[in-house]
T-cell receptor, first 112, second 110 residues
Framework: DAGVIQSPRHEVTEMGQEVTLRCKPI?????LFWYRQTMMRGLELLIY????????DSGMPEDRFSAKMPNASFSTLKIQPSEPRDSAVYFC??????????FGSGTRLTVV | KNEVEQSPQNLTAQEGEFITINCSYS?????LHWLQQHPGGGIVSLFM???GKKKHGRLIATINIQEKHSSLHITASHPRDSAVYIC????????????FGKGTHLIIQP
């Protein structure tokens, strides 16, 4: 298995633009997580899905953030409109209930 | 919400030294994870444990559920062990997300 695949690896965008981050989890993993990492706050859970259903989105910072998982092999995290304070590394991870997590390589987002 | 504290925040040691990184948490958990992150790199899961001790190569992880404490040990440390080590806990059963410590920045000097 190629692991959790995230795209793009790097994204630079102007403030106000829409940003879409993509994630392909490991086949057979039934849970998918979106995390954000910043220098100030470290790693934080944004939202997670279980069997494609959003379970907890309390970590999503604002209504500008939205996430979808239309099927078991694909998820998106969208920011619209983006702001400079959204600049961070966004990680996607997947897991089975009783196994460890596998993280993607992350998307480094810079909003200027 | 679980609070996860790691110590030390920064650690510099000489090659070959025995390294210990500590993690404590405030609320009962179903599992604890140790993660490794190299500068500019992705996150790798080293261990997931809910009791006792696990060993993989030169890495050893222990957990004491009663004391709400875990340690990560590195024997015969090497410069390639230089990374940020992150403790993370899963509070409930099922598929709850992780709560993370701030990480320990480890530098092993040759």
């Amino acid at each position: 298995d190629a692991g959790v695949i995230q795209s793009p690896r790097h994204e630079v965008t102007e403030m106000g633009q829409e940003v879409t981050l993509r994630c392909k989890p490991i086949s057979g993993h039934n849970s998918l997580f979106w995390y954000r990492q910043t220098m100030m706050r470290g790693l934080e859970l944004l939202i997670y899905f279980n069997n494609n259903v959003p379970i907890d989105d309390s970590g999503m910072p604002e209504d500008r953030f939205s996430a979808k998982m239309p099927n078991a092999s694909f998820s998106t995290l969208k920011i619209q409109p983006s702001e400079p304070r959204d600049s961070a590394v966004y990680f996607c991870a997947s897991s089975n209930t009783n196994y460890g997590y596998t993280f993607g390589s992350g998307t480094r987002l810079t909003v200027v | 919400k679980n609070e996860v504290e790691q110590s030390p925040q920064n650690l510099t040691a000489q090659e070959g030294e025995f390294i210990t990184i500590n993690c404590s948490y405030s609320v009962g958990i179903s599992a604890l994870h140790w993660l490794q992150q190299h500068p500019g790199g992705g996150i790798v899961s080293l261990f997931m444990l809910s009791s006792g001790k696990k060993k993989h190569g030169r890495l050893i992880a222990t957990i004491n559920i009663q004391e709400k404490h875990s340690s990560l040990h590195i024997t015969a440390s090497h410069p390639r062990d230089s990374a940020v080590y992150i403790c993370a806990v899963k509070s409930g059963g099922g598929a709850d997300g992780l709560t993370f410590g701030k990480g320990t920045h480890l530098i092993i000097q040759p």
